[in-house]
């Protein structure tokens, strides 16, 4: 388990010679180490590692619940949460897809540790945050459903995978876990 921080590549290999921080670079990972599904660059949170790909291959199935606590420009609605729950259409591949249904729910300030880079301040109007889980986990595709509903992504930090929790983890701190359950 690992908890990747903003600005940083879910990748071990730079193909496209970017200027970012690789996960590779935090920790002496051993030989054919990788993510288990990914998160973008200016997302955080919980990355699990695995040198095994069928169990890469499990938890990226729709086996797994994934949630993802989400702080979105304005204040988000029922209406728009019921949207979140029952699924959106978004763009995937260059079609529209419509999500399967998930959860949703309207969250307390989860009061993260700051960003590397601020977000906003509160002289550009008001943020909520959310919960989203998920089984899916299509490109972007939160980003896509909070835009999809009128409330565009801020800052995204995925908190959870099936039972294995974000907590008390350190940014960039890294913990072996034997099994995943």
Do not use: C
């Not at 940083?8 to 990972?29: C, E, H, W």
């Not at 728009?80 to 999500?99: D, Q, R, S």
């Not at 800052?155 to 929790?165: Q, W, Y």
């Amino acid at each position: 388990m690992v908890h990747k921080p903003w600005g940083m590549i879910s990748q071990f290999v730079n193909p496209a010679k970017r200027k970012k921080t690789l996960l590779g670079d935090l920790y002496g990972f051993p030989e054919g180490t990788m993510a288990i599904g990914r998160l973008d660059v200016p997302s955080e949170g919980l990355l699990l590692l695995t040198t095994d790909g069928k169990v890469s291959a499990e938890i990226r199935s729709n086996a797994y619940e994934k949630e993802y606590y989400v702080q979105v420009d304005g204040i988000m609605t029922a209406a728009a949460l019921e949207n979140l729950k029952t699924g959106v259409e978004i763009g995937f591949k260059g079609t529209k897809y419509v999500t399967k249904p998930g959860k949703a729910m309207l969250l307390k300030d989860p009061r993260f540790p700051l960003r590397s880079q601020k977000i906003r301040d509160e002289r550009h109007g008001p943020t909520s945050w959310i919960s989203i889980i998920i089984k899916e986990g299509k490109f972007r595709q939160v980003r896509k459903m909070t835009a999809a509903v009128g409330f565009p992504t801020l800052r995204l930090v995925r908190v959870r995978i099936g039972t294995m929790k974000l907590g008390e983890l350190a940014i960039g701190a890294v913990v072996e876990v034997e099994k995943f359950t």
